[in-house]
């Protein structure tokens, strides 16, 4: 399945975007760019569809494939890092003839590179490191961009020092240091990238479409592919190609683009499952599929081709009619003649006599256009002898299922003769795959990446089982919430929604609640130390991180501090009209951990304390300051950035720049209300990066667990990782102010005067 037709089917069926799922017409522009490629389609809806509707419901035209990446993104800026920095005895020529050498044999092994010369192998040592160094890089600088406004000023923004050798021949040559900032990349993207190959990519295919669309306007745009996460892509679009789009609305996301297209593997398979293996996108055409021929060393023809097939017949129509120089309309489907012989005839001006040169082409009448020409091995074919030509001659093509197509042409053939045939050599054409299917209880999607590769699997009790519960109002809503709500209860809270086993979703359940209680409680607590007459002992009794005493935590200093906490107030319903059903639900909990029985309602239960707490952080987010650094004459003011942590999984896009007179660490962890400047810390009872020093896992949000002999346990918000710190290790800190909660709680300070901007 063609990505960019995964990239539809996910905003369509699978995210049910507004804009693409509502039930009216559209045209839409996919465009994913990948880690190797950029690729284009315009897809043309005929009706809206349902997951449970089978049939083809849209038809794609016009596609384009580029070979152009994240790693040319990486390709171009490593290029100019190492001529900035070449000493002046090292011959540019060399550089390039070696770089040429290096695209070329990148994927070598270590025996191939043991049989090259010295100075290659150095050169292939330096480079290769430099384009690693250059990936970190451009993925650091990018996630801290918090405004994609082609006009900001991004001078200096999220520097990244990179090393790079003046002499790349040499084992041990002297380093240069360059900053790799913002700015930096953005030009380069820009001219390098956009300016130099993407633009043009997508106008060729907006004007391939444009015969077959009828007049019809693009009414939407649709990005995919990691490197859309690079988010300029939405600014150039609408600066450079206004006038393809004016009428189409951009679709961007508030999620990482790389998983679009294995998420819309996983729509697809789902969609299949219901229409009984027919999937939407089966052996079809991707472009129009033209042909021009040229007789002996004359003129090239455009001409009108006439079907004989009565498959490819349509309804009353004469040769002329038929559009000049087309065999297959883009999006023609060639389901059921797959091995057939089609075939069309034409009148030429004059006979090939001695050869006819033919080009196969994809919407393109140029056969110059090698970007665009199906038959690239052979282009002219000779003439048989004794040949005998009539007033036309037939073109026949058959179609495999691999999409090789067999091209022959037949002179001198009609009623009563068959004619001289001449065979030309199969070429590729683009299109979807043919193979037949027969329908599945199991599918299984891959998507084989140039950077990363995912795979989805899906079944018909999978199916069956979110059918069921899409029917009810509550599943929904939480559905909603899992993308709203901060990370720490985000997360537990998709594990419990994704679970099918009965048992481990009592599990599940119970986690999901005890990291909602966590939040709460933690925040609760965290602003109760900031009054002034606080003077208890809250946290000292919880030697354990379960429900029940987080419960008493927070109905506790709820109690105490009553309307008095701006952040909390929102929770006192809890302790008020919901506090029977809540105490209820507790004590269930402690009957589940204990094997004795229990009856709770847990998405009841998830979806109040959900919902309490969308409204606690409706103004606020809870998230990470990072980079912060003190401002160049800045007089005593500070710079950086704050990471929003949200949603049930990373990468964490929504940033937002910071000033004011706080240095922060990049380790404790902050609700902060953005439109007012006030931040509140949650830290120490939330740590994020605690396994930082581990490289074998991916950094996390820990959270305060438990107690023990010597030290105190915090969990990773992802599952089976966790951290033990103790007054003698590397958190000896972090160590002591727990011990320090645990007998009383200890006074701290909202933080004030804060600047936020890019605000959403």
Same mark, same amino acid.
């Given at each position: 399945m063609p990505e960019p037709f995964a990239v539809f089917q996910y905003y369509r069926y699978g995210l049910r975007h507004p804009s693409v799922a509502e039930q009216r017409k559209h045209v839409a522009l996919v465009l994913d760019f990948g880690g190797g490629t950029f690729d284009v389609s315009v897809v043309e809806t005929t009706k809206a569809g349902d997951i449970s509707g089978g049939g083809v419901n849209s038809r794609p035209l016009g596609a384009t494939s580029i070979q152009v990446g994240g790693f040319y993104i990486n390709r171009i800026l490593a290029e100019e890092l190492l001529f900035s920095v070449l000493g002046p005895r090292i011959e540019k020529a060399q550089v390039r003839k070696s770089l040429t050498f290096f695209y070329q044999n990148k994927n070598a092994d270590e025996e191939d590179i043991a049989d090259w010369s010295q100075d290659k192998?150095?050169?292939? $040592?330096?480079? $290769?490191?430099?384009?690693?160094?250059?990936?970190?890089?451009?993925?650091s600088i990018c996630n801290s961009i918090a405004n994609w406004n082609l006009a900001a000023d991004l001078s200096g923004i999220a520097p990244y020092p990179i090393s790079i050798p003046v002499d790349p021949f040499t084992e041990n040559a002297a380093r240069a240091s360059k900053r790799l900032d913002a700015a930096k990349i953005k030009a380069i993207y820009t001219e390098n990238i956009w300016n130099a190959k993407l633009k043009e990519a997508v106008s060729r295919t907006i004007d391939r479409a444009k015969d077959e669309l009828g007049g019809q306007e693009i009414t939407v745009v649709l990005l995919s592919g990691g490197s859309s996460n690079i988010r300029w892509l939405r600014s150039l679009l609408e600066r450079d190609l206004k006038s393809h789009l004016q009428s189409a609305q951009i679709l961007e996301l508030s999620e990482n683009f790389s998983e679009i297209v294995a998420k819309g593997l996983a729509t697809e398979c789902a969609r299949r499952y219901y229409t009984g293996g027919q999937g939407d996108f089966r052996a079809v055409t991707y472009n129009r599929l033209c042909l021009l021929l040229r007789s002996d060393d004359g003129e090239l023809e455009l001409k009108h081709f006439r079907p004989i097939s009565e498959n490819l017949k349509q309804e009353g129509r004469d040769a002329k009619e038929y559009e000049e120089a087309v065999l297959l309309p883009a999006a023609r489907s060639l389901r059921g003649l797959m091995g057939q =012989?089609?075939?069309?005839? !034409? $009148?030429? =001006? $004059?006979p090939p006599k001695a050869n006819l040169s033919y080009y196969f082409m994809r919407s393109s009448f140029d056969p110059d256009d090698l970007d665009s020409r199906?038959?690239? !091995?052979?282009?002219?074919?000779?003439?048989p002898k004794g040949a005998v030509f009539q007033q036309g001659i037939e073109i026949e093509l058959v179609v495999r299922e691999d999409g090789t197509a067999e091209p022959a042409f037949y002179y001198g053939k009609d009623n009563r003769r068959e004619g001289t045939r001449a065979v030309g050599e199969p070429f590729y054409m683009d299109m979807t795959f043919a193979a037949e299917e027969v329908p599945g209880e199991t599918y299984l999607g891959f998507d084989f990446g140039t950077s990363t590769s995912a795979c989805s699997f899906v079944s018909s009790s999978d199916i069956q089982w979110i059918e069921e519960r899409s029917k009810s109002a509550?599943?929904?809503?939480? =559905? &909603?919430?899992?993308? &709203?709500?901060?990370?720490?209860?985000? =997360?537990?809270l998709a594990r419990y929604m994704s679970e099918k086993d009965s048992q481990r979703r009592l599990d599940r359940g119970r986690d999901a609640i005890e990291a909602m209680l966590t939040l709460m409680a933690?925040?609760?607590?965290?602003?109760?130390?900031?009054?002034e007459k606080q003077n208890s002992a809250h946290f000292k009794g919880m030697a354990h991180r379960s429900a029940g005493p987080l419960w008493a935590i927070l109905k506790n200093c709820l109690k105490a501090s009553r309307s008095e906490l701006p952040y909390s107030t929102s929770l006192l319903p809890l302790t008020q009209k919901n506090l029977t059903a809540i105490d209820n639900w507790i004590d269930q909990i402690a009957n589940s951990k204990h094997g004795r029985g229990s009856n709770i309602d847990y998405v009841s239960f998830l979806s109040l304390l959900g919902n309490t707490l969308a409204k606690t952080f409706g103004d606020s987010c809870l998230g990470v300051f990072e980079g912060v650094t003190p401002k160049r004459f800045g007089q005593g003011r500070f710079k950086g950035l704050f990471r929003e942590l949200k949603g049930p999984s990373q990468t964490f896009i929504h940033v937002h720049e910071y000033e004011g007179y706080q240095a922060f660490s990049d380790e404790d962890v902050y609700i902060v209300q953005p439109k007012t400047g006030v931040a509140l810390s949650l830290s120490p009872w939330y740590i994020w990066g605690l396994n930082n020093s581990n490289t074998y896992d991916e950094i996390d949000l820990f959270?305060?667990?438990?107690?023990?002999?010597?030290?105190?346990?915090?969990k990773a918000v992802q599952p089976n990782l966790e951290c033990t710190i103790?007054?003698?290790g590397n958190f000896g800190e972090t160590a002591g102010a727990i011990s320090a909660l645990r007998e009383r709680e200890q006074k701290r300070e909202l933080v004030r005067d804060l600047t936020f901007s890019n605000l959403d």
């Open positions: 192998r150095t050169f292939f $040592k330096h480079y $290769k490191r430099l384009l690693q160094d250059v990936e970190r890089a451009k993925i =012989a089609l075939r069309w005839k !034409v $009148k030429l =001006a $004059k199906h038959n690239v !091995v052979q282009t002219r074919i000779p003439t509550d599943w929904l809503e939480l =559905a &909603e919430l899992v993308n &709203e709500l901060p990370y720490p209860v985000a =997360a537990p933690y925040t609760t607590l965290a602003e109760y130390s900031t009054l959270e305060y667990d438990t107690s023990k002999t010597g030290g105190f346990v915090f103790s007054a003698s």
